[in-house]
């Protein structure tokens, strides 16, 4: 509730007004003053016009016409959680961010997942990948680990990601999202392989947020007190395994519940049947980037065959209050790391790195990281200021820096970056290494054979609705050249022409 209650007035030095105070249950206006009719508005006599002294109706009318702010352009439809983030154990070797100095050292956690393409309201049950947003709460600020539930991502340079998006979007012309569309930008892209495959399989449609693992998908780098950088690859896995829904059972649930993973989520939390998630890394010395037939900054790939190590165990443990103060207004973005996490060079990372924050200045003005879900628990000490939204409580003269006035905000060299050694000119071009089609292969002959068929018979669906034969079949040959079984298949399934899907797999420089 909004109304004042006794301790805040206290609070604000208000006590002596108690007297007359207005009851906690009576209703007020912003301003605090009582209502006195929530259910007639003021009009000239019994048959007359409403009137514009009518403060309180005009404020609510007011107020009701600016609910909305702009959904997310990407990742709409989400789900939030509070919970909280244990460390396994002190990793002061690898890392000297502060969440984990030491076994058992707990941190706060706001989860958010989501969807990715379909807009706020719709249905949970739409093949996508799965957002895994996790803002850590720790004594040195805010660390966002913004991930998704599959570990690559179709692009790996962030020029290419608001013509993805517009492709997967509704067309402007029709307002409905169209195979024809997307299929003619990933031709383009023999890169989106592996995570083609993996959307079309089974994992494009989890059957629960809980059962469902997380990836940070990028390299980072953990920086230790000595400056040492090891890049990490962040994996979250479910302690309640993995389980996603076949196509046709997405049709049936969908059908019976559009919000059912929402409802999944918070079900179990009410009913204490807390969900977890375990905190793996795997770790790479600088000096050994380049040792793959892969680029492991390129966020296509996975890393196969380099162990993992568990680093932490997460537990949801509170549905928020409410949506929009929560979920609605959570903001996350890859930028926001504590030192001992830094960013690697990853393209993709790199363009991400601006476009969160950036975005969150329009979606939620200048000073979103006021609001409550955004703020760290540390206080803020810089001269950032004014905007519309400013509730920061400053106080004092001295707003620049340096200066030699006491109290003012110092920088402290301990939390330098770290510094990364650089050779060549400035350039546009690809990546030397491609490697574009192997991991999608090894990813399909993975599969068990029920799965292999679920993923031909859901990807042909789609890209049989494909019109130009062009597009077509240089999508097949993509799937043909990752593994020749998972081409041929998918050919038959949507009646190509097997001797063209060869023909172009063979000209594919990789
Ligand atoms: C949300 C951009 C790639 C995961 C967003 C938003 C933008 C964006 C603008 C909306 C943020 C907001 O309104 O608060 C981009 C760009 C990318 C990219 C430019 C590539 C260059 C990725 C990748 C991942 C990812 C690779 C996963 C590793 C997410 C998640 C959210 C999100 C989980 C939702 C966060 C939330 O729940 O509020 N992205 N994205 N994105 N993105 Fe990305």
Redesign the pocket.
Known sequence: SRAYSTSRLAAIGLSTLLAGAVSAQTMTRDSGAPVGDNQNSQTAGPGGPSLLQDAHLIEKLQRFDRERIPE????AR?TGAIGEFVSAGNLSQLTRASLFAEAGKKTRVFV?F?TVIHPKGSPETLRDPR???TKFYTDQGNWDL???NLPV?FIRD?IK?PDMVHSLKPSPVTNVQDPNRFFDFFSHQPESTSMLTRVYSDLGIPASYRMMDG????AYKMVNAQNQVRYVKFHWKSLQGEKNLTRAEAARVQGEDFNNLTNDLYAAIKRGDFPKWDLYVQILKPEDLGKFKFDPLD?TKIWPDIPETRIGTMTLNKVPDNFFESTEM???APSRLVPGIEASEDR?LQ??LF??AD??LH?LGPNNQLIPVNQPLVKVNNYNADGAGDTGKRSGDVNYQPSRQSGSAVDDPAYKSVQTPLSGSTQQAAIAKTDNFSQAGSFYRSLAKQDRENLVGNLAADLGQVKDAETKQIMLSHFYKADVEYGTRLTAAVKGDLGDVQKRAQKLMD
């Open positions: 997310r352009v990407v990742h989400g958010r989501s957002g895994f947003a913004v991930g998704n991502f962030a990601f990836n940070g998908v990028h966020a959570v903001a996350f993709l363009g991400r476009s969160y975005t969150q979606r």
